[in-house]
């Protein structure tokens, strides 16, 4: 309902002397989309009446916006376009490059926070490592008993193997459910923190946004999981290697 006066970086020529071009329109309505440059700085109106500000001709625009199901094909598509339509003309403009640094610091946390999660999962295979160590110290008794019974080093060290590798599976996949879990509620949990505490975690001047947005990617998942089962399937070596050198005369000699 207020009122609002646009003022057209153009003039008008008449015989009092020349005028800007400006004309008064009616608010209608405020959109949110949570991004502070769009939400701050971006006005819609009719097409019809902004024509008539600028002197346009029926049915004349100033440029075409162009929304692709992947997004990562624009600069090739818009490229494409302005070669086929004549550089002299027309020209392009893609996401990369009027938000092409945000975008490049986005790729490089992604990358950092990919490692750290890299070497949060060797931590936990370590843990792997310390606990099947311990039982093996305790079972050195068992598997001298076994080697005794005809067991072999190598059936000794799959034992062990089998173990840890399980171990690795089974927390691979509680982690993996959680995390999808959490992924898909975290922008609900993160506004009602907000909401409840009466403060803003994100602000839009600062971070463009002022929600956080979490997407699931079968690849990210595919690879966070297969490099835990692969680090637990190597720290599972080590202690089997030491249980199957176990000799059944030094570990049975104070039983």
Same mark, same amino acid.
């Given at each position: 309902?207020?009122?609002?006066?646009?003022?057209?970086?153009?003039? +008008?020529? =008449?015989?009092?002397?020349?005028?800007?071009?400006? @004309?008064?329109?009616?608010?209608?309505?405020?959109? /949110?989309?949570?991004?502070?440059?769009?939400?701050? $700085?971006?006005?819609? =109106? #009719?097409?019809?009446?902004? +024509?008539? &500000?600028?002197?346009? @001709?029926?049915?004349?625009?100033?440029?075409?916006?162009?929304?692709?199901?992947?997004?990562?094909? !624009?600069?090739?598509?818009?490229?494409?376009?302005?070669?086929?339509?004549?550089?002299?003309?027309?020209?392009?403009?893609?996401?990369?490059?009027? /938000?092409?640094? &945000?975008?490049?610091?986005?790729?490089?946390?992604?990358?950092?926070?990919?490692?750290? &999660?890299?070497?949060?999962?060797?931590? !936990? !295979?370590?843990?792997?490592? +310390? =606990?099947?160590?311990?039982?093996?110290?305790? @079972?050195?008794?068992?598997?001298?008993?076994?080697? =005794?019974?005809?067991?072999?080093?190598?059936?000794?060290?799959?034992?062990?193997?089998?173990?840890?590798?399980?171990?690795?599976?089974?927390?691979?996949?509680?982690?993996?459910?959680?995390?999808?879990?959490?992924?898909? #509620?975290? +922008?609900?949990?993160?506004?009602?923190?907000? @909401?409840?505490?009466? /403060?803003?975690?994100? #602000?839009?001047?600062?971070?463009?946004?002022? $929600?956080?947005?979490?997407?699931?990617?079968?690849?990210?998942?595919?690879?966070?999981?297969?490099?835990?089962?692969?680090?637990?399937?190597?720290?599972?070596?080590?202690?089997?290697?030491?249980? !199957?050198?176990?000799?059944?005369?030094?570990?049975?000699?104070?039983?």
């Amino acid at each position: 309902g207020d009122k609002l006066t646009f003022v057209a970086p153009e003039v +008008s020529v =008449t015989p009092a002397g020349m005028f800007p071009r400006m @004309k008064r329109f009616t608010v209608v309505g405020t959109f /949110h989309v949570g991004a502070g440059e769009i939400d701050g $700085y971006l006005g819609l =109106t #009719n097409i019809a009446d902004l +024509s008539r &500000l600028h002197r346009w @001709k029926a049915d004349q625009v100033q440029g075409l916006r162009l929304k692709f199901d992947d997004l990562f094909q !624009a600069p090739r598509v818009a490229w494409s376009i302005a070669q086929q339509l004549g550089e002299q003309e027309y020209y392009s403009r893609d996401w990369t490059r009027t /938000h092409g640094n &945000l975008y490049q610091a986005i790729r490089m946390e992604k990358a950092m926070i990919g490692l750290l &999660l890299l070497l949060i999962v060797a931590v !936990a !295979a370590f843990n792997i490592i +310390s =606990t099947l160590v311990m039982v093996v110290n305790d @079972k050195r008794g068992d598997i001298a008993i076994l080697r =005794t019974l005809g067991a072999t080093p190598g059936q000794i060290m799959a034992i062990f193997m089998v173990q840890g590798t399980v171990i690795g599976v089974i927390g691979t996949l509680i982690g993996a459910v959680v995390g999808i879990l959490a992924a898909l #509620n975290v +922008s609900a949990a993160i506004a009602g923190i907000e @909401k409840l505490i009466g /403060h803003k975690f994100l #602000n839009a001047d600062v971070y463009f946004i002022d $929600y956080l947005p979490s997407q699931i990617q079968a690849q990210d998942v595919y690879m966070v999981c297969g490099a835990a089962l692969v680090l637990s399937f190597f720290a599972t070596l080590y202690p089997a290697w030491r249980a !199957a050198r176990t000799q059944p005369a030094e570990a049975l000699r104070y039983e």
